[in-house]
């Protein structure tokens, strides 16, 4: 993904157990082309006070000038941040070492569990877990060492709101709007207004019970995060007691998701 800060900076993000590995794998010739150095490989880990378990995912936030890294795993959610200034970075990204400065440090954030997905606006930071959606402002001062403001983080959805057996798998934000994928189908959110928001179900032409991947392409330099006005939507949904799989494809025009109906055949497989 194209990342305010990174822009000249592509990185490489590999996620373990109580470990993040963050990799530069180059830099941006004058020609706008990636060449393959610098070369210069970070590790995150206990020793920088990360103890979220098992790191699944892992983003980079933004309110326009400041900077931040979040990650998230089964056991909560986790921040690298400069100890008193609450900051990950400040404008463009020049060395990883900043990364890991003295008075940097990952701090956990609230008491999380089961992490799946965590997405940023210029506004907050959203954190997907199995059983709701949760956003948190990006105010530096909740995220310092010393004295912490409250964190206050706000529900956007709980799953059990969609049906009592639901879980949350995957989500894609953007211009205030959020599809969601659960075990019980798609739903799109309004964020503009008051919270919990509401849940708008979503038709999947002959899809499966089970939305577990969405992933958006669009003409945007930074597509796979500005999906609203004019894009396409994938949509992965499965039944493991089936062992089946599908792939449904949609428009996304001024925030107005439609799918595309690709032609399905009676025992024969589809174009996709």
């Known amino acids: 993904n194209h990342t305010t800060g990174l822009t000249e900076t592509p990185l490489v993000i590999a996620m373990g157990n109580q470990s993040v590995v963050i990799s530069q794998t180059g830099s941006l010739s004058s ?29 980079f936030a933004s309110d326009g000038t400041n900077r931040w890294l979040f990650m998230g795993g089964d056991a909560g959610l986790s921040v690298l941040s400069n100890d008193t200034s609450g900051v990950t970075f400040t404008g463009l990204l020049t060395d990883l070492t900043t990364f890991t400065d003295t008075g940097m440090s990952c701090k956990t954030l609230g008491s999380f569990k ?34 912490p403001t409250a964190l206050n ?5 709980q799953s059990s709101t969609i049906d009592s057996f639901a879980f949350c798998l995957d989500m894609v934000i953007d211009n205030n709007l959020m599809l969601l994928g659960t075990t019980q189908g798609m739903y799109s959110f309004d964020l503009s207004g008051s919270m919990p928001a509401t849940p708008v179900s979503i038709e999947i032409p002959g899809g499966l019970s089970s939305v577990s991947k969405l992933f958006t392409i669009s003409s945007d330099a930074n597509f796979n995060q500005e999906f609203y006005d004019s894009s ?32 399905l055949l009676e025992g024969q497989n589809g174009p996709l």
């Open 153 to 157: 983080a706000e529900v956007v959805v």
């Open 31 to 59: 020609g706008n082309l990636i060449i393959d150095s610098p070369q210069e490989t970070i590790t995150l880990n206990e020793s920088l006070g990360l103890d979220i378990g098992s790191v699944v995912t892992a983003a």
């Open 114 to 147: 089961f992490v799946k997905k965590v997405v940023a606006d210029e506004n907050y930071i959203y954190v997907l877990t199995s059983d709701a959606v949760y956003r948190i402002d990006l105010v530096a001062t909740k995220f310092t060492l010393t004295a």
């Open 232 to 263: 396409n939507l994938y949509a992965l949904t499965i039944d493991f007691s089936v062992e089946q799989a599908r792939l449904n494809r949609f428009t996304i025009s001024d925030g107005v998701v439609s799918p595309i109906q690709d032609q």
